[in-house]
Each structure stands twice: as C-alpha cells, then as structure tokens.
C-alpha cells in the first residue's frame, strides 16, 4: 500500500455523508453528480483546480502550491485572484444558494489555501484509500478473501488516469500520477491474493485498465501475464508478454526485467504462476581562479545495480548538448532515507566527473537535522568560495556579497556541483552555478516540488533496488569482512533469503553485513533463523510481498541492546522535529548527562541511529516507526505520558528562557518549574537565542501540537507564546499561525479563558502579518474582550496597539488613532517605559494619516527621544527603534524632506538587520524605494528594489503573498521608468 493511502485510512474530514447530495469522481476524468444529474464544473482549468484539491482531499494546499500547480514557472501576476474567483464559482456549482463569502462545505479556507473535504460516500478516491485499507489490513490476518473482496471494491473504482488529461505543470502531473500509482499498486496486490485464492479472472478487467494506463509498467504487466496464465488463457499471456517486450525494446532499448522474464518462463512451462511481486521487482519509476575543485567522495566500491537510474541520468547529461539552457541542468534525487541516494549521487558523478571540466564541488548540507536558514547557506557559499581558490583573507563578509562572488566565479563554467542532503529548494537556489554548461545533483529525502516548478530542475525518485543488486551489494559487502569466510558456494540460498526478509533495503542489508562482519558468533544461518523466528518477526515479510519494511534487521539488532540503552530506544520514538540533541535527549529520558550520552553511544554503535554535527540525533523514519512500537507495547501507560511531559517540558523552558532573552519586557507569564530529570537549554545571549530557535523551530511546532492532541493544560498556548517573536521577527508567519491554532483549540477545551485571550491576541497578529487583516481584528477584538474582564491593563495596551495596526490597514485611521491613544492612557498609567514610545509612534502615524502633520511630527519626534531615554540594547529596543524610525521617515516624506526620509528608512534597514527582523528591514527598503521612485531618482529607486528583492528572498519560501504581491506591485512601477 503506498504512503497516501496508509495516509487517510476513512478518507479524509467527516464532511457531508448523505451520498444523494453529491458524488465526485477523480480517479478517472473529473466528473461530479448530483443525484443523477452531471454537474458542468466550469472551464478546463477551474477544473484542474477542483481535481487537484480533490487529489489532495484533507489536506491544506497553500495559494503559493496552487499557483504552482497551475500554472508552474509562468503564473500571471492575477493568479491568486484567479484561483479566488474559481473557488467562489465552484462552490456555486457544488452548492448552490450558499450565501457569498461564505466556504460551505467541501472547499474551505485553511491558512493561506484551501482544503477540500468530503465523506467516504461523495468521493471515489476516500472510498478507494478505505477499501485498500482494509484490504491490507484483512491480508496481514491471512484473511484472503476478505482482503480480494475490498481490493474489487476499490479497483472498480478507477475510470482511468487520474485528472484525465487536466494537468499541465509538472507538479500538477506528478499530483494524478501519484493517485495513478496508488490504482497500479492495488492492482498488483490484488494480483498476488487472487492467484492464491484461484480466482485470477476476478482481476483481469483491472489488470487490463492498469496495463493501459501505464504501458511500461513492468510490475503491472508482468501481473497481467500471470494472471492471464493463471486462468489458463495461456495463448494471451504471451501475446500480452511479447507486446510489453516489444515495447521496451523498441522505444526504451531495455529488455524485460527479470519479474517478467520469470513470468515469461512460467508460461511456457505452463505452471501455475506464483504472485509476481513474489520475485525481484524492476525499480519504478556545478573567473574561477587557478583551481580546478575535486571535492566528490570516494565512490562506493561496493556500487551494484541502478542500471535505469544511471541510464535517465546519462540521457540529461547528453542532452545538455543540444539547445539552450537558461541555467544549469539540475536534477533533484529524492527517496526513503537509507535507499541509496547519496550512493547513486555520488557514483555518476564520479562517472561524468570528466566532462565538466573546471572542476566538482561537493557540500553536505546535513539538513536532516538542520535548517534552511541563510546562515547554513551562507556558511556553504563560504565553502564553496574557498574550494575555488578564493582566500580566506579575501572572502565576503555578507551573504548577498558572496553569492555574488560565487556566481561570478561560475560563469559560463563547466561545473559539476552536488548537494547532499538538502531539506528544501530554498537551500538549493542561492548554491546554482551561474552557467548552463553546469550540472547540479541534488539529493533529498523530499521531493522537491519547488525546484522543479519554478528552476527547471529534473526530479529522479530512487527506489529500493532489485534482488539481484540487493543480493550482490549484501555479497560484496561480506566478502569485505576481515578474518571471516561468511560467503560460501553452499551460501546462496541463504543469502536470497536474508535479502529477501530485508526487504532489499540498502539501510537493512548494511546493519545486517555490519554485524556479520564483526560478531564472530553470527553465522548465515543463524542470522536467517533469527529472522524467521516468531511470529512477531516474521509479520513485517508476508509471503509474495515486495513492500520493503526492514523491521525484522532492526528488531534483532534492538534485541542485543543492554536494558538501559533500549529504553533511550524506544523514548526516542517520540522525539520531535528532524533531529533531537543531546540535551533534549537527556530530558526525556530523565538521566544524567554521561549516561544518556553512554546510552547514545551505543545506538550509534549500532547503527539504530545517528550523530551528526552539532551534535543531533536522528533515526531513519522505518527505525523510529518500529521504535514506536517498542514504546506502545512496552512502557507503562505513565511512563509514555511521563517521558512526553519531560520532553515538553525541555521546549517550554528552553523556549522562556530563549524569549527571555529576544524580549524580556514581553514575558506574560512564568512556568511552572520543570519536573525532576528536565534540564532546559538557557540561552544567555541573543546570538545564542536566535541560534536554538533556529535549531529547535520545528520540534517547538511539533511541541505545541503533541501538548495540544494529548492535553497538556496550559503547555501548549505557554509554549506558542513563548516562540512568537522569534516566529515573527523571521517571517515564519504559517509556522506562526500553525502553532497559535492548535493553542487555542487546547485553551477551549480546557476552558482556560487567559490561556485563550493569549493565544486570541498572538493569532491576530499572525494572521495580520499573512494579510488577513479582517479576521485579525475579530481575533484581536476576542482576546480584548477576554482582558478587559479580567482587568489585565498591560495585555489590553498591547492589543489596542495591534489594533491600532490592523484599522490602520483597513484604512480607518479615526479608529485606529483611537486605539493608539487607548494604548498610550494605559501604558502611562502602568509606567510601562517600553510601550510610551510605540504609543506616542501610532497616535503620531494616524495623525499623520488624518493630514494632522504638525502633531503628527511633535509626537513622532517625542517617541525617538523617549526611547532613547528608555530603551536597552535588548533586540526589542532595537526593533522598536527601527520600527519608530519607519514612521518618522513616513512623516519626513509629506513634508518634502527627502533626504532626511532616505536616511531614517537606511537606519531603520540597519537597525532591523542587526536584530534578523524580516519585516521591518522589508518594509523600510520597500518604503525607501518608493520615496526614491517618486522624487524622480530613478537609480535609487532601482538599487533599493533590488535590495528590497534581496530582503524578502530572505524569508521562509520567498515571503508571505501579500508581501511578494507588494514587491510585484513595486518591481511594475519602477521597471517602465527605468525604459
């Protein structure tokens, strides 16, 4: 079963059941009914839209992946209202009378995108992914006849290839075929049940429309001719099986791999044909100086297989040769941790090493414990400048600087560069050779989607190898051990066997070889004994399966772990984010620090998890998976609860202490002491505070949401609150409102109204710093409510600040000059030093606004003399002063005083620098280039939008939309006057 459908196992929301209401298909072409009625869904791309939310039933698509998906490198600048108009026209269609503005039903707003919902009865793909759920489920009990029942139900399903033609973008295609794939593989499975139960005829007609659909697919077709043989209808197998040939043959220059060789074979013998996933299944699917880099590793000499991947590789390469390339050919490598990614990468590079003559650079961005942020990247340019012969003396001090330098370097080179280990094309972009004549791998557990839609980049899936290339890599490995003899001529069976219950995993077969290698105890045998023994190991590798799951590889490695490093183990299976320190690690186990790190070292040693620099810890996802499984079977239900809480407990204090620091005058309430064994992180200065924020964001998202499902009480909004500036002030704006959502439904199901009021006011920021501003002033408006019964006159002065910002945006500025005043009173009452300044800031923006410029200017002049005599050298001082230097210069620039405007919005852009707030430096550089622009300094103009191009490519994915539709905007104004 593939990944997407073990994803929705009952489809996907509850959404509306009552199956007279509406029926939608998607697996075939689109098509929606209501009763009998076929209803006309609109032009062909308001079609495409439906189909792929649809296809992504469940889940949020975000405006930015919708564009994409459309419309892919060539999106007009009136996508999203495109995209907005066709929502509204297809909710009229789907349900008609809906009140406007409203979502309805089946397509609704989430975040920055839509969701599509609907029940298991409305859409053909929930009741496909139910089927084959259960199907599965019902085959690992050997419950055969129930599992072929449901694997009918959901292949009749099918109508064809998904979509049906509506796809235009790569992306787009690569949503339906996944959706394609998922039909072939029940196919297949189906297959393997029926011929078992003699009843091959009852998946022919699948078969067929799947051969059809897919017309190279070898496992598809080699159970077509096995089924076809099965049922005795011997003369069209071999017809079914000459054609596969011919066609491989004659338009891939392939032969048949050896599933429908065995096929083919079986035929003629006229036997009953076994299930062919039962034997190996075919694999589906960078001026440079006086230097000329070669940075690749060694290639593996234990290299087997990969002849197709090797193959499509070589084709791009000779095709660089013809035509015109924009840029360098990239070609992204993505797949399962431990299938052999890096291996593949490094190997044809070494391979086409020689025709990229000026050199090859390699980088390990290590991002499956890190971050994307520019300071990785930066360091990597830094590595990348120095392997081309840059000095050290000589290198840039700032990230635009050198990636300038190396895009000088690279141009118009014949460079091999790879990339190892990229979590997102974010990190790729800044590391392309400025030449078409350069060639970049790139290899990544994600498919990255980006990269192809919008830099041209070639994407390469890898898959678990053959069994021929999985037996000669377990073969060679242990004719590598020294003073053992494990291989012998009598061996091989053994060796298929062994092979074959790893599920042909490279990860699986390593651990294996490793520990044949080194435990002189171990034999062949006892290694096949030790995976045959039980039912408990042996239900990961149902006969005929050719689903890879190495759990048997890692349960007996587990096995002769010692009690206490088996515990760390199972623990482990609930880490957060991509990676876990060593601390962290410690907290939640409730030990010491020597014994976890001796616990760790053990797991290291064998090989159930990883250390990697800075010293994080990670497992491959199929280890954690069996992991989890150890814990849910092993450890007391308070133990599991115990280890949980020690680890939120780590993120919460850690998060304090850490916003203690970025903003020690926003701290709205203390924690609770940590419980026994916790011992937080304390980051003491504010590098080192952005540096654990950076290093922990996605465990702290993962936080709040575990503290929110499992109910932590007052965990989950303590922890949200706690990582807002640092979410905010870095432009990680969904991760932001991601966070603040999961808070406040935990806050109301705990009726806690002050744990609410904080989160209310925290997502209304979140939410106006996405555009979103309507909605920001109902969640602002909410959480004043909530202080204002409860007397809380500071938190009512920050939120009447707030909202000051959103009426400001909203265009009524008498309100929003209303709300600034409020939070002035109330921050003078409290002698709260900090707000006075911001106070005076917003009265003096609205007055400004409302054509009040006298008072306007006395106020904003008062604001920068207060915060002089207020403020610290704490970074909120600093990002206050760049935000109150924005508002003087705003006011500077009515009066016609321009230059002095310019400056105060360079001071701001400096001062925002120094603190990483993303915002602020976007909207002075923004606010700069267009005060330039309209005094007629047309070369001013044109350097600040460039530099406020540079400011917004330095948030998370390019920016918030609003913000890239502003950019747009400016970018339009200044481009006409600059011909």
Same mark, same amino acid.
């Given at each position: 079963? $593939?990944?997407?459908?073990?994803?929705?196992?009952?489809?996907?929301?509850?959404?509306?059941?009552?199956?007279?209401?509406?029926?939608?298909?998607?697996?075939?072409?689109?098509?929606?009914?209501?009763?009998?009625?076929e209803l006309d869904t609109g032009p062909r791309q308001q079609r495409c839209l439906l189909a792929l939310l649809m296809a992504r039933v469940g889940q949020p698509v975000s405006m930015t992946d919708l564009i994409a998906l459309l419309w892919g490198q060539d999106s007009p600048a009136s996508a999203a209202n495109v995209i907005q108009k066709y929502i509204g026209a297809l909710r009229r269609v789907l349900e008609p009378g809906l009140p406007v503005r409203t979502s309805g039903s089946y397509l609704l707003l989430d975040g920055s995108g839509y969701r599509f919902t609907a029940g298991l009865n409305t859409l053909d793909l929930i009741a496909f992914r139910h089927h084959v759920t259960a199907a599965t489920a019902s085959a690992d009990r050997e419950e055969l006849r129930q599992a072929l029942n449901h694997y009918i139900d959901a292949l009749r399903l099918c109508r064809g290839t998904a979509g049906d033609t509506l796809a235009d973008s790569p992306a787009a295609i690569a949503v339906f075929a996944a959706i394609d794939e998922e039909f072939l593989e029940a196919a297949v499975n189906a297959t393997e049940i029926a011929i078992r139960l003699r009843e091959p005829t009852s998946v022919l007609s699948p078969l067929r429309l799947a051969a059809e659909m897919n017309p190279f697919h070898e496992r598809v077709h080699a159970s077509l001719v096995a089924a076809l043989a099965a049922s005795g209808q011997q003369a069209e197998a071999l017809t079914a099986y000459r054609r596969i040939r011919e066609r491989l043959v004659d338009e891939l220059g392939i032969d048949p791999g050896h599933a429908l060789q065995r096929a083919f074979r079986q035929v003629l013998a006229q036997h009953d044909i076994e299930s062919p996933s039962a034997v190996a299944a075919t694999v589906d699917e960078s001026e440079v100086p006086g230097v000329r880099p070669a940075q690749l590793p060694p290639d593996l000499s234990l290299f087997v297989g990969r002849s197709a991947e090797l193959a499509a590789l070589s084709d791009l390469v000779a095709g660089m040769r013809d035509g015109e390339r924009g840029g360098p050919l990239v070609v992204a490598i993505d797949g399962m941790g431990g299938v052999g990614k890096s291996t593949l990468a490094v190997h044809f590079a070494r391979l086409a090493g020689d025709e990229f003559t000026d050199g090859q650079l390699y980088l390990d961005l290590h991002s499956d414990h890190g971050d994307s942020e520019s300071g990785r990247v930066g360091e990597a340019l830094r590595s990348l400048l120095l392997a081309l012969g840059v000095p050290s003396s000589t290198l840039p001090d700032t990230f635009d600087a050198r990636m300038g330098k190396y895009r000088s370097l690279t141009a118009g080179r014949r460079i091999l560069v790879l990339l190892d280990n990229v979590r997102n094309s974010a990190q790729v972009r800044p590391l392309l050779p400025n030449s078409a004549q350069s060639l970049v791998l790139v290899t990544s557990r994600r498919p990255l989607l980006g990269l192809a839609a919008f830099d041209g980049a070639h994407l390469l899936r890898v898959q678990v190898p053959d069994l021929p290339s999985a037996r000669q890599l377990l073969e060679r490995r242990l004719a590598g051990a020294v003073h053992r003899t494990i291989i012998t001529p009598d061996s091989a069976a053994l060796v298929d066997e062994i092979v074959e219950l790893c599920g042909r995993l490279p990860l699986a077969l390593a651990v294996l070889a490793a520990q044949l290698a080194v435990r002189p105890t171990l034999t062949?045998?006892?290694?096949?004994?030790?995976?045959?023994?039980?039912? =408990?190991?042996?239900?990961?590798?149902?006969?005929g399966t050719d689903t890879p799951d190495p759990r048997t590889a890692f349960s007996w490695s587990y096995q002769q772990l010692t009690t206490s490093a088996a515990r760390l183990f199972r623990l482990l299976s609930v880490?957060?984010?991509?990676?876990? $320190?060593?601390?962290?690690?410690?907290?939640?186990s409730g030990s010491d620090a020597a014994a976890t790190r001796a616990e760790l070292d053990e797991l290291i040693e064998a090989a159930l998890v990883t250390e990697h620099e800075h010293g994080r810890i990670t497992s491959h996802m199929l280890v954690k998976a069996y992991a989890h499984e150890l814990f849910i079977d092993t450890e007391p239900l308070h133990e599991q609860r115990d280890a949980v809480s020690r680890l939120l407990q780590y993120y919460l204090h850690g998060s304090f202490h850490a916003q203690a620091v970025l903003a020690p005058h926003q701290l709205p309430f203390k924690p609770a002491p940590p419980l026994p064994g916790v011992v937080p992180d304390q980051p003491a200065t504010f590098e080192q505070a952005v540096c654990w924020f950076s290093g922990q964001r996605e465990a702290l998202i993962d936080a709040v949401r575990v503290a929110a499902e499992l109910g932590f009480g007052i965990v989950p909004w303590q922890l949200a609150v $706690?990582?807002?500036?640092?979410?905010?002030?870095?432009?990680?704006?969904?991760?932001?409102?991601?966070?603040?959502?999961?808070?406040?439904?935990?806050?109301?199901?705990?009726?806690?109204?002050?744990?609410?009021?904080?989160v209310l006011h925290s997502l209304g920021g979140a939410r106006r710093s996405l555009g979103a501003d309507d909605e920001a002033l109902d969640l602002l408006?909410?959480?004043?409510?909530?202080?204002?019964?409860?007397?809380? =006159?500071?938190?009512?002065?920050?939120?009447?600040?707030?909202?000051?910002?959103v009426h400001e945006a909203l265009g009524d500025d008498h309100q929003a000059l209303a709300h600034s005043q409020e939070a002035l009173t109330l921050y003078r009452a409290l002698d709260y030093r900090q707000g006075v300044p911001l106070g005076l800031m917003s009265s003096g923006r609205s007055l400004a606004r409302l054509g009040r410029l006298e008072e306007s200017a006395e106020l904003l002049n008062l604001a920068l003399e207060l915060h002089a005599q207020t403020s610290g050298s704490d970074a909120t001082s600093i990002a206050a002063e760049a935000e109150i230097r924005i508002a003087v210069a705003a006011d500077l620039a009515r009066l016609g005083r321009i230059r002095e405007s310019a400056e105060q919005l360079e001071l701001s852009a400096q001062l925002a620098g120094q603190t990483g707030h993303r915002p602020h430096r976007f909207e002075a550089l923004r606010q700069l280039t267009e005060l330039l622009l309209a005094a007629g300094d047309l070369a001013g103009a044109s350097e600040a939008l460039s530099r406020t191009r540079v400011a917004l490519a330095a948030f998370p994915d390019g920016g918030a939309a609003h913000l890239r539709a502003e950019l747009a905007d400016l970018t339009a104004k200044v481009s006409p006057r600059r011909r």
């Open positions: 079963m $593939t990944a997407a459908a073990r994803q929705y196992p009952a489809g996907a929301d509850p959404g509306p059941q009552n199956p007279h209401l509406l029926r939608m298909q998607i697996m075939g072409p689109l098509r929606v009914w209501r009763g009998e009625a062949l045998a006892s290694v096949a004994a030790d995976l045959r023994d039980g039912a =408990r190991r042996l239900q990961a590798f149902p006969g880490s957060l984010g991509p990676g876990i $320190t060593v601390a962290a690690c410690a907290s939640l $706690t990582m807002q500036q640092y979410l905010q002030w870095s432009g990680y704006f969904e991760d932001w409102e991601d966070a603040m959502r999961h808070a406040l439904r935990s806050a109301r199901d705990s009726d806690d109204e002050i744990g609410q009021a904080h408006t909410a959480a004043l409510h909530i202080f204002d019964s409860h007397t809380m =006159r500071l938190e009512q002065a920050l939120v009447h600040s707030d909202l000051h910002a």
